[in-house]
């Protein structure tokens, strides 16, 4: 069984940094994209970033771009993403997701990912 769980998020001041962290198993962890969503309240989910775990090859949306970092651990079977310069508006729960594709990630295409953890609640004080 596909299983993604995340962990990382919590309370932060505006300006600080936060690591989550998509610990995956139930799957061989090459030829997966795994990606990091985000959803505000009253607003609708945003792929904001993804990597293949074979291919590397990180991607991250231009509304992140320069603030978060996506990595993979393949050996812990864990995708991190770095979030630094924290702004009230990246309040949010975020959710890791992951497709058995190593070419969804290079699409950009975020509509493909159909196993899904819980999510973390991040949230950004001003």
């Known amino acids: 069984e596909v299983q993604l769980v995340e962990s990382g998020g919590g309370l932060v001041q505006a300006g600080g940094s936060l690591r989550l962290s998509c610990q995956a198993s139930?799957?061989?962890?090459?030829?997966?994209?795994i990606g990091w969503f985000r959803q505000a309240a009253g607003k609708e989910r945003e792929g904001i970033s993804c990597i293949s775990t074979s291919l590397g090859d990180p991607y991250v949306a231009d509304s992140v771009k320069g603030r978060f970092t996506i990595s993979s651990d393949n050996a812990g079977r864990t995708v991190y993403l770095d979030m630094s310069s924290l702004k009230p508006e990246d309040t949010a729960t975020y959710y890791c997701a992951a497709t058995y594709s190593d070419y969804v990630c290079a699409s950009k295409s975020f509509g493909w990912y159909n196993y899904w953890g819980q999510g973390t609640l991040v949230t950004v004080s001003s």
């Open positions: 139930g799957f061989t962890f090459d030829d997966w994209a």
